[in-house]
């Protein structure tokens, strides 16, 4: 419950545990006494690692949609229809200079915590002032020449630290720490090396965006766009009934990597939607996720017509609504029907006016209306 109001509201871990512990009217919700010392914050870090390792992450929505079923509020190969959204990644959005600076800090803190000893023994004072506090660009260089030997210093330090991971001496629960493996694959994107000399890679010379680790806290992120928004972090795939006289219900999530394609997931989740007898009879999506080779297998394998969704119709302008036109098409300008149609458009409406050279009906000077593009024809 906890997690639930946190998404709610929000919050950071460690604000949603000074919630709980200060606020009565979470206390109310979660049925705590007033008094009630809480938590530490780390506790829901781990109950969502818990979740994911016991691939437990569904069991209240697997639970709800039962409860649902049982009461009719979801039928038998209802109409569902599938969209996608993205998902921001709960990261913050850096530069790659801060990028390799806060991965190399973070394996030095893993690396402290793990063998506090070992690391002491190697380091000297100039890493504590580099990477004893978090990188950020307000406190990073403002010249360009000078960004790029900090860059070509922290690579070195990098470099260094990998060379000492690895050498014969060290124990393998160091060679196997996370945080030093997401050091090394970020050294790579990140730069190059001839001979002794490590350089900072280049646009031309750096991994594309979609495979590209964009924070060492959330390796699995990636850049992608879709209608002109970009972002780094997942996509979210929604399936919904959606029945006239129901309740629209999500009735499968699916979660995948940003730049994956939409049409990728579909027999993923009609195969979910399979296993828990939530199969639709009519599934719509749009174009993105269809392909030939799953629409013929949704009606091969579980007997579902894949479509798209009906487009709502254009608003129609009232003054044509009002002389019998309702609906636009192109047809040739010169054609009698047009012409025609021309003619009753402009009859008696001083909004309107005929562009000749452009050769549609456009507002007339100083009229507040939604522009008509080019000349209609009546369904009649």
């Given amino acids: 419950m906890v997690t639930v109001l946190q998404f709610a509201e929000g919050l950071t871990d460690r604000q949603a545990a000074d919630a709980v512990r200060s606020r009565i009217d979470w206390k109310y919700i979660l049925g705590l006494e007033l008094g009630d010392p809480g938590f530490d914050y780390s506790v829901l870090s781990e109950f969502r690692g818990r979740l994911i390792a016991g691939k437990a992450e569904e069991r209240l929505l697997d639970q709800l949609l039962t409860v649902l079923k049982e009461h ?3 039928k038998d190969r209802s109409r569902q229809r599938t969209d996608s959204t993205h998902i921001w990644a709960a990261i913050r959005r850096i530069n790659r200079l801060e990028k390799v600076g806060e991965t190399l800090r973070a394996a030095l803190n893993d690396l402290a915590t793990m063998a506090p000893e070992w690391l002491k023994a190697r380091i000297d004072a100039d890493w504590y002032v580099r990477y004893g506090t978090r990188i ?3 406190r990073l260089p403002k010249e360009q020449k000078e960004q790029e030997l900090l860059a070509i210093q922290m690579g070195k330090d ?8 690895y050498e014969s001496g060290s124990a393998s629960a ?3 720490n996370g945080a030093v493996e997401i050091l090394r694959r970020v050294w790579i994107q990140e730069y190059y090396q001839q001979e002794e000399e490590i ?5 031309e010379n750096a991994p594309p965006g979609e495979q590209r680790i964009h924070s060492p806290y959330d390796t699995e992120a990636r850049y992608s766009e879709k209608r002109g928004v970009g972002w780094v972090g997942y996509k979210g795939h929604l399936t919904e009934t959606c029945e006239e006289d129901t309740p629209h219900i999500i009735v499968q999530v699916k979660t995948t990597p ?3 394609p939409d049409f990728e997931v579909i027999p993923h989740i009609q195969q979910d939607l399979a296993s828990k007898n939530l199969l639709p009879g009519d599934h719509l999506m749009d174009q993105g996720y269809m392909i030939i080779r799953h629409v013929v297998a949704a009606e091969r394998e ?6 798209k969704p009906k487009q709502p119709r254009v608003s129609i302008c009232p003054i044509l609504r009002s002389i019998g036109i309702s609906r636009l098409s192109f047809v040739p300008c010169t054609t009698p029907v047009a012409i025609g149609m021309r003619a ?9 006016r005929w562009n000749s050279r452009l050769k549609i009906v456009v507002p007339a000077r100083n009229a507040s209306i939604v522009p008509i593009v080019g000349p209609p024809q009546d369904e009649n």
């Fill in 136 to 138: 950020e660009e307000s």
């Fill in 344 to 352: 009753r458009i402009l009859k008696g409406n001083p909004f309107l």
């Fill in 72 to 74: 009719h509020l979801i």
């Fill in 158 to 165: 990098g470099r260094q630290l990998l060379a000492w991971v």
């Fill in 302 to 307: 579980y007997a579902i017509r894949v479509g």
């Fill in 258 to 260: 940003a730049p994956e």
């Fill in 174 to 176: 160091i060679r196997e």
């Fill in 199 to 203: 350089s900072w890679r280049d646009a």
